[in-house]
């Protein structure tokens, strides 16, 4: 059973920093993305950042030159990926979400690791 973990959120004053974890477990298939979303009280979910198993990294207008994506770290059949978030912005606080995309074993989930901006 695939098991997706995000942590690193929490509270930081505008222009702070964060850095948030995920890691994809459970299953032997091989991943090809991990991708991170975002989604503030009241809107809807929305991409903030990918990265392709081959290395590819895509960012949202609101993330280019502020956050960057890691690429996705392997061990044995645990895959991880970070996300460092600069210069921090009160409209950046959501609940932020990991989505880990396999072949042949779907996507799948975690459960959001909250992150709060504010003065």
């Known amino acids: 059973q695939v098991q997706v973990e995000e942590s690193g959120g929490g509270w930081v004053q505008p222009g702070g920093s964060l850095t948030l974890s995920c890691t994809a477990s459970?299953?032997?298939?091989?991943?090809?993305?991990m991708v991170w979303y975002r989604q503030a009280p009241g809107k809807q979910r929305e991409e903030v950042a990918s990265?392709?198993?081959?290395?590819?990294?895509?960012?949202?207008y609101f993330a280019q030159g502020r956050f960057t994506i890691s690429s996705i770290s392997r061990d044995n059949f645990k895959n991880t990926v970070t996300l460092q978030m600069n210069n921090l912005k009160p409209e950046d606080t959501a609940v932020y979400y990991c989505?880990?995309?396999?072949?042949?074993?779907?996507?799948?989930w975690g459960q959001g690791t909250q992150v709060t901006v504010s003065p």
């Open positions: 459970g299953t032997e298939a091989s991943i090809y993305a």
């Open positions: 990265r392709t198993i081959g290395d590819t990294a895509t960012y949202e």
């Open positions: 989505n880990a995309a396999y072949n042949r074993a779907g996507r799948h």
